[in-house]
């Protein structure tokens, strides 16, 4: 079962246009839902991260938008730059204590064109 | 500051042979996970630890796989025997807990079994 669900799978943006992928989550449970960037040969890293009391997130030109209704929260990257091409992950856990058992998107690969 | 050291970052073995994987997490961090990468599946959870104690193991996909946690600074994951289908890229992260959910993940440890 597939908790988290990403999509595009693939995006091609233009310099300077918007980047925006999208997740879907299933467990209402979940209360932290965190994007991670992952350049090649690197381990992910964690890019901006929301909880639930808030319906954005911005953070330079990364804003995160969450809609706790539809369960669902997307990543926008404003200015898209080469620099920004990498593959993107949504995850979700839930917070509780101090475990954060995180569960990942299969991830979006950005190419950013100069 | 050191962040999350893997070994080996790359392993090529013959099918039945046994592979360790180490990781050296953050100092301070009480929680380490490891993950397995692939294009297929994207990244999975395999198991948690929460100060060297084994909190969830759902994940690991069966009797081959082993993890262990003898002290804080150290863990590792071993496969025995290996299979062609365990190739993947093994991630290991910490986190330092208290309130915050950032995974800190290293660089990863790409697994090529023959």
């Known amino acids: 079962q597939q908790q988290v669900k990403q999509s595009p799978q693939s995006l091609i943006v233009q310099k300077g246009g918007i980047s925006i992928i999208n997740c879907a989550y299933e467990n209402t449970a979940f209360d932290y839902f965190p994007w991670y960037q992952q350049f090649p040969g690197k381990g992910p890293a964690l890019l901006i991260a929301?909880?639930?009391?808030?319906s954005e997130k911005k953070e330079g030109r990364f804003t995160i938008s969450f809609n706790k209704s539809a369960k669902q929260f997307s990543l926008h990257i404003m200015d898209s730059q080469p620099g920004d091409s990498a593959t993107y992950f949504c995850?979700?856990?839930?917070?509780?204590?101090?475990?954060?058992?995180?569960?990942f998107g299969k991830g979006t690969l950005l190419t950013v064109n100069p | 500051d050191a962040g999350v050291i893997q070994s080996p970052r790359h392993e090529v073995t013959e099918m039945g042979q046994e592979v360790t994987l180490r990781c050296k997490p953050i100092s301070g961090h009480n929680s380490l996970f490891w993950y397995r990468q692939t294009m297929m599946r994207g990244l999975e959870l395999l198991i948690y630890f929460n100060n060297n104690v084994p909190i969830d193991d759902s994940g690991m996909p069966e009797d081959r796989f082993s993890a262990k946690m003898p002290n804080a600074s150290f863990s590792t994951l071993k496969i025995q025997p290996s299979e062609p289908r365990d190739s993947a890229v093994y991630f290991c992260?910490?986190?330092?807990?208290?309130?915050?959910?950032?995974?800190?993940f290293g660089e990863g440890s790409r697994l090529t079994v023959l």
């Open positions: 929301i909880r639930p009391d808030v």
């Open positions: 992260a910490s986190c330092p807990g208290r309130n915050t959910g950032e995974l800190f």
């Open positions: 995850a979700a856990s839930m917070s509780g204590g101090s475990n954060y058992k995180l569960t």
